[in-house]
């Protein structure tokens, strides 16, 4: 256990800090959460519930980490970022900014959220995918294979975006919709049901 100018007081009776895992700064480990492996937690962050933090990831800013989410692999989070409830982040995905992961979520794959971004329910953001700005992806939607959503909009049902696609504006998408083949869906657009769009511009 590595644990630099952290008070010890501010890792919890019932929490973990494993023997190669780094705790530094003003870093919290509370209740019963734990830091594993070659894990590094530091700055201002708040490990709590029964989250944890293993692999070689890293948590970092001011960001916080609780119920039983996990973050695994080489995975980052870092800004004022929040993840909570039972999402998990790994496979180098990176997680910053203001950005909130809640849920069920999975973020994998490089993907990397960020601004205000928030990924919630059982939504899965995967394959070097980009959520930012104030854009959401919920429910069972899943955005892979290098999508971008952004903007204000909203990604949610059982919607999927892939294939070099683009989200943006205020963008609604919903229920079985499909973008994908670089296709962009922007401005107030609205693409519900089991519509498809995989060429073009829609706005």
């Given at each position: 256990m590595q644990i630099v100018h952290s008070n010890r007081r501010d890792?919890?009776?019932?929490?973990?800090?494993?023997?190669?895992?780094?705790?530094?700064?003003?870093?919290?480990?509370?209740?019963?959460?734990?830091?594993?492996?070659?894990?590094?937690?530091?700055?201002?962050?708040?490990?709590?519930?029964?989250?944890?933090?293993?692999?070689?990831?890293?948590?970092?800013?001011?960001?916080?980490?609780?119920?039983?989410?996990?973050?695994?692999?080489?995975?980052?989070?870092?800004g004022t970022a929040s993840v909570s409830g039972s999402a998990w982040v790994y496979e180098e995905a990176a997680i910053g900014d203001a950005s909130s992961i809640d849920g069920n979520s999975r973020i994998c794959g490089r993907a990397k959220i960020g601004g205000h971004a928030r990924v919630d329910e059982f939504a899965i953001v995967s394959d070097r995918c980009r959520i930012g700005d104030r854009a959401t992806v919920r429910g069972h939607a899943r955005v892979g294979d290098s999508a971008i959503v952004s903007g204000s909009a909203v990604v949610d049902g059982r919607a999927r975006i892939h294939g070099h696609a683009e989200v943006a504006g205020a963008a609604q998408i919903g229920d079985d919709a499909v973008i994908s083949g670089n296709a962009r869906v922007a401005g107030q657009a609205v693409v519900r049901d089991d519509q498809k769009v995989d060429s073009g511009t829609r706005a």
């Amino acid at each position: 256990m590595q644990i630099v100018h952290s008070n010890r007081r501010d890792i919890g009776d019932q929490a973990w800090v494993g023997e190669d895992a780094w705790v530094v700064g003003d870093a919290r480990v509370r209740e019963n959460a734990s830091v594993r492996d070659n894990a590094f937690v530091g700055d201002r962050t708040d490990i709590s519930g029964t989250a944890r933090v293993d692999g070689n990831a890293s948590v970092f800013g001011d960001a916080t980490v609780s119920g039983t989410a996990r973050i695994s692999g080489d995975a980052e989070i870092s800004g004022t970022a929040s993840v909570s409830g039972s999402a998990w982040v790994y496979e180098e995905a990176a997680i910053g900014d203001a950005s909130s992961i809640d849920g069920n979520s999975r973020i994998c794959g490089r993907a990397k959220i960020g601004g205000h971004a928030r990924v919630d329910e059982f939504a899965i953001v995967s394959d070097r995918c980009r959520i930012g700005d104030r854009a959401t992806v919920r429910g069972h939607a899943r955005v892979g294979d290098s999508a971008i959503v952004s903007g204000s909009a909203v990604v949610d049902g059982r919607a999927r975006i892939h294939g070099h696609a683009e989200v943006a504006g205020a963008a609604q998408i919903g229920d079985d919709a499909v973008i994908s083949g670089n296709a962009r869906v922007a401005g107030q657009a609205v693409v519900r049901d089991d519509q498809k769009v995989d060429s073009g511009t829609r706005a």
